[in-house]
């Protein structure tokens, strides 16, 4: 079983705690896994503990049928938010304005500090590209795929460029061996 740890939901709680009105915080708790739901409510749910992947997915299907048009999209921009907030940290030390393939050259380290499976890895850099592959990721779910995809649009911004498009070009999903995107900047 794929596990994330625990700050993967909680930026995916406080995108809710920022942008949802009782109402609709209240129905997201309530189309939660039972389980899920309780340990959200105890506060009980730390940052550094692993927890099922499936809570990840579940959570965000949830937000983007009560948030979203229930379409997925919202996933990119769940992702986005999560660079948003964690980047803060990861940048001031890891990031030179304007070059943001070196947060990518240590993402292969990063990543396995939030998924108990795959691993991240470079397999080409340019100036203003990188290819990036997660490999053996053993649930390649949708949801992930797009959270990713806009995790890694947003750190390209945040470094500084003009503009950034983010193309996943190869995806388990779809039978490929791996999954892989395409990051190129301005």
Request: charged share 25%.
């Amino acid at each position: 079983m794929v596990e994330v740890k625990g700050t993967t939901i909680l930026l995916r709680m406080q995108f809710v705690e920022e942008r949802a009105t009782p109402e609709q915080k209240k129905a997201i708790r309530e189309r939660l896994a039972p389980e899920f739901s309780q340990v959200l409510e105890s506060g009980m749910l730390l940052p550094a503990e692993w927890r099922p992947l499936q809570w990840l997915v579940q959570l965000t299907q949830v937000v983007d049928q009560v948030l979203g048009t229930g379409d997925g999209k919202l996933a990119w921009e769940l992702g986005r938010y999560s660079a948003e907030l964690g980047a803060k940290a990861m940048y001031s030390a890891f990031s030179k304005p304007g070059d943001p393939g070196l947060i990518f050259s240590i993402g292969s380290g990063v990543w396995r500090q939030f998924y108990s499976s795959g691993r991240l890895e470079v397999v080409n850099a340019g100036p203003a590209r990188v290819r990036l592959q997660v490999h053996d990721f053993e649930e390649p779910v949708a949801e992930i795929c797009a959270g990713v995809g806009g995790w890694m649009e947003r750190n390209v911004e945040l470094a500084g460029t003009a503009s950034t498009e983010v193309r996943e070009v190869a995806c388990r999903r779809r039978g490929d061996a791996y999954c892989e995107y395409d990051i190129s900047w301005t």
